[in-house]
């Protein structure tokens, strides 16, 4: 499988265009993981959380400005043949300001996301971007060869243990 790199700008291209990711951070030793709605403000990807969730209650309500979070999304490009997968690396930040909050918001809205009045936005600030092109599918004249008879081919190793 021929992973490719992505451009920079192609990473904040697949940040932009995709709804959802995971976001992830460790605690104490223990990670949490979890699925988030996705808006970009401000130049910078914001992950939507709810108040009750893993992550917003593993983070303080003022950031460590040590702490980082991972943010990792994956967009099949209006494709079936590669996934352009992007992981993005952040010091996080709440977004507080009122007028701040409003328009993360209706970005959300725009975006189709639902928002509650519990929703929190997390801005990844000035992240390390890191992305792939990973192709599902070989070209034809790479594909594997058919599947033989059954005792046609070589024998597995595991028959061997038999």
Known sequence: MDRSHLTEPECREVLSRTQAARLAIARRGLPYIEPVGLIHFDGE????LGESSPV??????????RRLVVLQTDDLAGSLREVHSVTAIARPRWVVGLDDVREC???????????????WFLALTRPTLVGHRVPLRR???EQAPAIRERGAGPRSPVADQS
Do not use: C, K, N, Y
């Open 139 to 141: 070209p034809r004249t």
């Open 105 to 119: 918001r209706r970005l959300a809205a725009v975006r189709g996301l639902d928002v509650w009045a519990d929703t």
């Open 56 to 65: 917003a209650r593993a983070l303080a309500t003022v950031v460590s400005p």
């Open 45 to 48: 990807p914001v992950a939507l």
